[in-house]
C-alpha cells in the first residue's frame, strides 16, 4: 500500500523537478546549492515545526530548513544533485503537511481556504452545542422525574446525532493535532483535548445503543465549541499577518512593458527574464535589478537605501529593482529577476533576523508540554485509584478530570484579550500583526526610529528664505513656484505647496543644476549657485552657500541673486509631541538612518536628540539594535522603507508606518496607519492594560484549575458539572476582556479609517 | 408527550437549514471582509475609491 502511495505522490510532485517551474520559488546559489521558498499548509505551532526541521533537515541533502509557524512559511536549502526537489514535496506531505511554492496567489487561495472552514467549524459547534445542551437539560430534568425510558432513548439518539458532527467535523482539528503531537513525540494541549472528547463521544454512542449508562453528549460539544472558538480567534490573528505577508509579492508591478523588435508589448513580471530590455514609465517602480540602456534617469531609491535625495544613474549604471523611476521614461536591460533582486536579498536578510528572534513563544510551548505530560500522569493515576476503589465510576472521574484539567478558559485567557486590544488599538490607528507586541510593548527600554519616511515625510519643503535684492520675499518664493511647477524634480515638489498665480514660459531643466525660464516677460533662473552666478551680471561674493549641510536652491535674474532657499525635509505632523511623551515615559530615543549625515544631524538637531546614526546599510542598523539587545535593552524600532526591513524584523517590536512599503509593513509587527506617532504612546498604555488582565484571566484560570482538579479527582465533580464550569470560567474570562474596549484612552487626534482615507484621497485629487 | 417525536426532527430540520443558510453566507463571501460593507454605503455610487 505504502508503495502505491509513494508511487503516487513522486508522480504527483515531479513537475517541480522542471527548471521552468522551479524559476518562480528556487533560487540557485554560487556553491551549487539551491533554496526554496515554500508555504506550508498544516503548520499550526511550534510543535509542526520542530517535527518539520527534524524530519526533513534529516533527509540527505538537505542543507537546512526554516519553517516560519505563524506564516507558515518555509525556506529549504538543499543540494538538487543530491535529491530532487520532488522528493523533498513528497516527504513534506508523507508528514501529512501540504507544501506549495511560495506565490501571492497561492496564499490568497489558502488563506480564504482556511478562513472558510474555520468559520464553519465554529458555527456547527456552536448550533449544534446549542440544539444538544437543550435536549441535555431535558434529559437531567427527565432523570429526578422518572421519565419514560422510551423518550430518554428518543433525546439520546437525537443527541448522537447533532453531536456527531460537531465531535467529528469541528472536532477534528484537534484530533489531528493531537495525532501528529504524537507522531512527532511531542504532545500539545490537543493530546488531552482530543483524549476526553473522544472518550466522552465514544462511550456516549456506546451507552446510547447499550441503553444504559451515563451519555456525556453535552460536555463534549460544549468542549469543542469553546475550543473553537479560542482557536478561531487565534486564527484570524494569524490570517491578517498572512495577508500581509502576501503584500511583499504585491510590491511588485503586476505586468512591465518589454521592448521587442519592432514594438513593445505587455507581459507577466513572470514571464520576465535576465536580458529583457524592459521600458519604465515616469513614476512606476523598476520591476528587476537592471542596466540602464540609454539616457540619463533620476531615481528614488529612499525606500531601499533611506538616502533622502533622488540619484542619477547613467547608461551602463546599475539600478535596482524596487526604486521608483522618477524622470521619463526609462530603458533598462534586465540583469537579475525576481527572487535574485536587491528586494528580494533583503526579504532573506528579514526572514533570517526574524527567526533569530528571541522568542518567549518558546519557553510557553515547553510549559505546554510539561503541562499536557502532568495532566496524562495525574488522569493515569486518578483512574487506576478509581478502579481499585470503584471500577463503575472510574471512566467518568477520568473524563471529569480531563475536561477540568484542560479548560478553555486558560486557552481563552491570552487570545480574548488581545483580540479585544487588537480591535481597540485598530480603532485608534494601530494595526497589530502579532498578539505578542502587547507583551513586549511596555518591556520596552529605547525607541530607534529611521528619519526618511518615519520622522520626515517623503517631502520637502521650504525653509529659510534669505532675500538679497528689493524684490520681497513672497515674491521671490511665487516666482520660483512657477518656474518648479513644470518639473518633477523632488526639490520642485517642495515649492508646491506654495500657490503660484504667476505661470512660467519656456522653463529648461538642466540636469544637475536647474531650471530657467521666464516669469511675466522676465527670465529668471533657479538652481546651483554656480548655475545662477553664470546668469546674473553682478557678483556673488558674500552670498556663499553658507551651511552646506543642507540642500540650498538660489533664483537670480539677468542682475542679480535675488534669494536663497534652504530644503528642509518636512517632519512628520505629531512628530516633535510624541518623541516628547516617549521621553516622559523613560525610553531612549535614537535616529538610525540610511541618509547621509547632514540631513540626519539637521533633523536630529531640530528636534533635540543626542543618540543618531547616518549613513547605514540595512545590515549595520540590523547590527545597531543587536548590539543594543545584547547590552540587555528592548527595543523598539519604528520604520518604513525597505531598508528598515530586516531591523524591523529583528527588533523586539517593530512599528512600519502605512505610507511605508509593503515590505516594512510585513516585516513589522504593527502599522501605524493614521500616520501618526503618538498613537503609538496609547499603545503603550493599552499594553499595560491588556497585560493587567491577562495576568488576572491567567490567575483565574489557574486558580479554578486548582480547585476543581481535586474535586474532579475524588469524584465530586460529574462530567457535565466540570463542562459547566469550565464554561462559566470561560465566560468570566471573556467578559473580562471586554472590559479593556472600555478603558481604552481616546487619541488626541482622531483616526484614519479606510473611509477618511479614501475621502482625504479624493481631497488631495 | 409523543408530540416530541415530531418537534424535535422538526427542530432538527430548522437547525440543518440554519447551517446550510450560514454556509450560503460563508461561501458567497459574505463574511470576507467586514469592515468595508459598512462604510460602502456612505461612499457616493458614481464614483469609485481611487485604486
Redesign the interface.
Known amino acids: 500500500m505504502s508503495e502505491v502511495r509513494q508511487a503516487r505522490g513522486e508522480a504527483d510532485w515531479s513537475c517541480y523537478d522542471r527548471a521552468a517551474v522551479q524559476s518562480k520559488f528556487v533560487t540557485r546559489q554560487r556553491d551549487g546549492l539551491a533554496v526554496a521558498s515554500m508555504l506550508i499548509g498544516g503548520v499550526r505551532c511550534s510543535a509542526c515545526v520542530c517535527l518539520l526541521e527534524e524530519k526533513i533537515g534529516g533527509l540527505t541533502g538537505v542543507r537546512a530548513i526554516r519553517v516560519d509557524a505563524l506564516t507558515t512559511r518555509a525556506e529549504i536549502v538543499w543540494d538538487p544533485g543530491v535529491i530532487p526537489l520532488s522528493k523533498l514535496f513528497a516527504a513534506i506531505s508523507e508528514l501529512g503537511y501540504t507544501p506549495q511554492p511560495y506565490a501571492a496567489d497561492l496564499v490568497e487561495h489558502a488563506l480564504g481556504l482556511e478562513q472558510r472552514q474555520s468559520l464553519y467549524r465554529l458555527i456547527i459547534a456552536g448550533l449544534g452545542m446549542m440544539q444538544v445542551l437543550s435536549f441535555a437539560v431535558a434529559l437531567y430534568a427527565g432523570a429526578l422525574d422518572a421519565m419514560d425510558p422510551e423518550i430518554q432513548r428518543f433525546l439520546r439518539l437525537v443527541s448522537l446525532v447533532v453531536a456527531s458532527p460537531v465531535v467529528l467535523y469541528s472536532g477534528m482539528p484537534f484530533f489531528t493535532g493531537a495525532l501528529r503531537g504524537i507522531l512527532a513525540r511531542r504532545p500539545g494541549m490537543d493530546v488531552p483535548v482530543a483524549l476526553a472528547i473522544g472518550a466522552a463521544f465514544t462511550a456516549s454512542v456506546w451507552n446510547t445503543f447499550r441503553g444504559s449508562g451515563e451519555v456525556y453528549f453535552d460536555s463534549a460539544t460544549m468542549f469543542v465549541f469553546f475550543l473553537s472558538v479560542a482557536r478561531f480567534l487565534e486564527l484570524t490573528g494569524r490570517r491578517r499577518a498572512l495577508s500581509m505577508t502576501g503584500a511583499l509579492a504585491r510590491q511588485m508591478p503586476a505586468t512591465v512593458t518589454r521592448i521587442v523588435d519592432g514594438g513593445i508589448e505587455a507581459i507577466g513580471i513572470d514571464e520576465l527574464a535576465a536580458g529583457d530590455l524592459l521600458m519604465v514609465r515616469p513614476g512606476a517602480v523598476f520591476p528587476a535589478d537592471g542596466i540602464v540602456e540609454r539616457d540619463e534617469i533620476r531615481v528614488d531609491e529612499s525606500l531601499l537605501t533611506g538616502e533622502s535625495r533622488a540619484v542619477v544613474r547613467r547608461p551602463g549604471d546599475r539600478v535596482a529593482g524596487g526604486s521608483l523611476n522618477l524622470m521619463h521614461a526609462a530603458r533598462v536591460r534586465v540583469e537579475n529577476v525576481g527572487a535574485d533582486t536587491v528586494i528580494a536579498e533583503i526579504g532573506r536578510l528579514i526572514v533570517g533576523a526574524r527567526d533569530d528572534k528571541p522568542r518567549s513563544v518558546q519557553i510557553a510551548d515547553r510549559l505546554a508540554g510539561w503541562f499536557v505530560v502532568a495532566v496524562l500522569f495525574i488522569a493515569a493515576v486518578v483512574g487506576i485509584c478509581w478502579w481499585l476503589i470503584d471500577a463503575t465510576r472510574a471512566f467518568e472521574i477520568v473524563l471529569a478530570v480531563l475536561v477540568v484539567s484542560c479548560p478553555c478558559a486558560l486557552a481563552l485567557a491570552t487570545p480574548a484579550v488581545y483580540t479585544v486590544a487588537t480591535s481597540a488599538l485598530a480603532r485608534l490607528g494601530l494595526l497589530i500583526r502579532n498578539a505578542r507586541v502587547l507583551d513586549e510593548l511596555h518591556k520596552v527600554t529605547d525607541i530607534v526610529l529611521d528619519k526618511t519616511g518615519t520622522i520626515t515625510r517623503h517631502a520637502f519643503g521650504i525653509g529659510q528664505v534669505r532675500v538679497f535684492g528689493q524684490l520681497p520675499e513672497d515674491r521671490c518664493v511665487e516666482i520660483a513656484a512657477a518656474l518648479e511647477a513644470q518639473s518633477e524634480h523632488p526639490i520642485a515638489l517642495a515649492f508646491r505647496a506654495q500657490r503660484s498665480a504667476a505661470g512660467a514660459q519656456n522653463v529648461r531643466a538642466v540636469t544637475g543644476r536647474g531650471l530657467e525660464g521666464s516669469v511675466a516677460g522676465r527670465e529668471y533662473r533657479i538652481g546651483t549657485l554656480e548655475f545662477v552666478a553664470d546668469f546674473a551680471a553682478s557678483d556673488t561674493a558674500g552670498i556663499g552657500p553658507g551651511d552646506t549641510e543642507q540642500t540650498i536652491v538660489f533664483l537670480a535674474d539677468r542682475d542679480r541673486v535675488l534669494a536663497r532657499f534652504a530644503i528642509e525635509e518636512q517632519l512628520r505632523p505629531g512628530t516633535e509631541q510624541a518623541l516628547r511623551e516617549f521621553e516622559r515615559r523613560g525610553k531612549t530615543i535614537t535616529i538610525a538612518s540610511g541618509d547621509r549625515a547632514a540631513p540626519v544631524r539637521v533633523v536630529a538637531q531640530r528636534l533635540g536628540i543626542d543618540r543618531w546614526s547616518a549613513a547605514l546599510s540595512p545590515a549595520s542598523k540590523l547590527q545597531m539594535v543587536r548590539g543594543m539587545q545584547q547590552a540587555g535593552h528592548r527595543v523598539a524600532m519604528i520604520g518604513d522603507g525597505i531598508n528598515d526591513a530586516p531591523v524591523l524584523a529583528g527588533a523586539d517590536v517593530s512599528i512600519a508606518l502605512a505610507s511605508g512599503t509593503s515590505l516594512a509593513q510585513v516585516s513589522a509587527d504593527c502599522v501605524i496607519i493614521n500616520e501618526n506617532l503618538g498613537t503609538l504612546c496609547s499603545a503603550l498604555d493599552v499594553a499595560t492594560e491588556s497585560r493587567r488582565i491577562v495576568r488576572q484571566n491567567l490567575s483565574w484560570a489557574v486558580g479554578y484549575n486548582l480547585l476543581a482538579m481535586p474535586l474532579a479527582a475524588t469524584g465530586l465533580l460529574a462530567p457535565w458539572m466540570a463542562a459547566l464550569g469550565m464554561s462559566a470560567s470561560s465566560l468570566l474570562v471573556t467578559m473580562n476582556a471586554l472590559r479593556l474596549s472600555r478603558r481604552i484612552p481616546q487619541s488626541a487626534s482622531p483616526p484614519m479609517g479606510p473611509l477618511d482615507q479614501i475621502v482625504s484621497a479624493r481631497a488631495r485629487g | 408527550?409523543t408530540i416530541?417525536?415530531m418537534l424535535?426532527?422538526l427542530?432538527?430540520v430548522l437547525?440543518v437549514a440554519?447551517?446550510a443558510a450560514?454556509?450560503w453566507a460563508?461561501?458567497s463571501g459574505q463574511?470576507?471582509d467586514l469592515?468595508?460593507p459598512a462604510?460602502r454605503i456612505?461612499?457616493d455610487d458614481d464614483?469609485r475609491?481611487?485604486e
Do not use: H, N, Q, S
Open positions: 408527550m416530541i417525536y424535535i426532527p427542530g432538527l437547525l440554519a447551517v450560514f454556509i460563508v461561501r463574511f470576507e469592515a468595508t462604510e456612505l461612499l464614483r475609491p481611487p
